[in-house]
């Protein structure tokens, strides 16, 4: 194997970003991806039908940090997109987050003005000053009937575990709206890039120093890398370590299973995302991506979302027990010389794609405080 300066165990953001900073300083970059391709879970092509699909669920850009903002905004153009998410409780199609509109939807109810909302809201949700689980934190917002309706059970079926089995923070992430605004986030920049994000990564990771090896376990040839100055893992952290040679130490992930098909229609449903909270399908949402950027074909795609404890990690469970055997890891990581854990598995932490980004801007200028000032504090300009 190829000695490098650099070495990075993943070619999704996390490691995408750490590689085109260490490059710009001159240093000769290896990364070490065991997919056959680069951009990690935000990687997307164009399938059978002529769409532009994402192969591990829709990633949707939004920030408001401007140092992340203006960082991606060197490797592609972006076309604004306010992303709007609606579920299908009752027979009835209502935004989400929770809005006056789904509940005069659900609740019969004609609401019209910030303080009726308030007023509903401060009539019906269940106050806990210091919810102790995701179950509370959900009463705490909007109460016990939206949240059977729209939570309980959408939970379960993507964690295999209900609320009260969860972290509040699970829960407590969800917006509440007091008003008709049905985008989904909120934030100052809200966008897709143009192409896709794959080509975003191709413009990231094209630098002469940087060298991309595919279908390749980093496990398999760890005892191959040596002389180098740093290495970044940004896998499973109890992977790392071998589950500390047992298994009762393996961290809970969550994976998901992704069901494509082709319809032949324009249109499956009217937006790109819709959820499906209730115990009737055992699928959380269908993704319909020709909505994306407007694209234009003959039939559509549509992928059927389920969760699973199988396949690939995507998501940490965040509860306590979990939160102990991290600590264990965490700690191990620490006596290490040279070797960082950084991004979503190896952090043990769910990042949306700005932290992501953020975190490994971050933990480059923490590591390389003068030379990020004096070298590549002016990001590149990707020709």
């Not at 509370?136 to 939570?151: I, P």
């Not at 089995?165 to 890039?193: C, G, H, M, W």
């Not at 975003?200 to 990771?205: D, P, S, T």
């Not at 932490?349 to 030379?371: C, T, V």
Request: charged share 25%; net charge negative.
């Amino acid at each position: 194997m190829k000695n490098a300066d650099i070495i990075i165990i993943g070619a999704g953001i996390s490691g995408a970003v750490l590689a085109e900073r260490y490059a710009n300083l001159g240093r000769k970059v290896l990364i070490i991806e065991k997919r056959n391709h680069i951009a990690g879970n935000c990687y997307d092509y164009i399938d059978e039908n002529g769409i532009l699909v994402s192969k591990y669920g829709a990633h949707l850009f939004h920030t408001n940090e401007e140092d992340v903002w203006k960082y991606v905004n060197q490797f592609s153009n972006w076309y604004k997109w306010e992303h709007k998410v609606i579920a299908q409780v009752d027979g009835q199609l209502v935004p989400i987050p929770v809005n006056i509109t789904t509940v005069n939807k659900l609740f019969g109810l004609e609401l019209t003005s910030e303080a009726e909302m308030k007023e509903w809201l401060e009539n019906n949700r269940m106050p806990f000053q210091k919810p102790a689980n995701g179950r509370e934190a959900a009463l705490n917002k909007v109460g016990q009937v939206l949240y059977e309706k729209m939570f309980r059970h959408y939970t379960k079926k993507q964690w295999d575990k209900y609320p009260e089995e969860l972290d509040a923070s699970v829960l407590d992430r969800i917006p509440v709206r007091i008003n008709t605004d049905d985008r989904y986030f909120s934030d100052k920049y809200q966008a897709l890039p143009e192409g896709g994000y794959t080509k975003l990564f191709e413009g990231i990771l094209n630098h002469p120093n940087i060298e991309v090896v595919l279908n390749t376990d980093f496990f398999d040839i760890r005892n191959q890398l040596e002389n180098y100055e740093k290495l970044f893992y940004t896998g499973p952290i109890d992977r790392f370590f071998d589950f500390m040679h047992s298994m009762e130490d393996k961290l809970e992930y969550r994976s998901i299973n992704f069901v494509s098909e082709t319809v032949d229609a324009e249109y499956f449903q009217e937006n790109s995302v819709v959820n499906y909270p209730g115990k009737d399908v055992s699928f959380t949402r269908i993704i319909e991506y020709k909505h994306f950027g407007n694209q234009q074909t003959d039939k559509t795609t549509i992928v059927k979302e389920y969760t699973t404890d199988e396949g690939e990690p995507y998501y940490p469970v965040p509860n306590a027990k979990n939160g102990e055997i991290y600590e264990k890891y965490r700690k191990e990581a620490e006596k290490l010389t040279d070797v960082y854990f950084v991004g979503r598995l190896a952090n043990y932490k769910y990042f949306n794609m700005d932290q992501a980004f953020k975190n490994a801007l971050d933990l480059f200028k923490s590591l390389e405080p003068a030379l990020a000032e004096h070298k590549v504090n002016a990001i590149k300009t990707v020709v």
